[in-house]
């Protein structure tokens, strides 16, 4: 029963911060989208727990928890390559930029002394 209570509250407080996060241009729709799906099966998974067998039955898993991991490590395993695709390209941004301040700062110097 408290689990029931803890996770309607965790899934709640989620919500607003994903919520506040979309206002503060923080997150993009697309984000908050998956976001609120996710604290929305945490809020529904814990006031129905039997849900999660009913569903592994239907797709022929064995328990109910087996689903809950499975999708767990999927959602995980999602997360980290968006996180390493993001760091990907944060690289690829500074690369660039610290080729143009380099060739600006020779350009200066260049005019520097010409004068």
């Known amino acids: 029963m408290i689990y029931q209570v803890v996770g309607v509250f965790i899934g709640l407080i989620g919500i607003i911060i994903s919520l506040i996060r979309f206002k503060e241009g923080k997150t993009s729709l697309g984000m908050l989208f998956l976001w609120m799906i996710i604290w ?21 898993i ?39 301040m380099a060739l600006q700062n020779e350009k200066k110097k260049k005019k520097e002394e010409k004068e």
Do not use: H
């Open 40 to 60: 929305l099966i945490i809020i529904i998974v814990s006031l129905l727990p039997e849900s999660t067998s009913i569903l592994a039955n239907i797709l022929n």
């Open 62 to 100: 064995g328990r109910g928890l087996d689903l809950a991991l499975i999708l767990g490590l999927i959602g995980c395993y999602y997360l980290i390559f968006k996180i390493y695709t993001m760091i990907e390209s944060l690289e690829n941004e500074m690369t660039k930029l610290v080729r143009e």
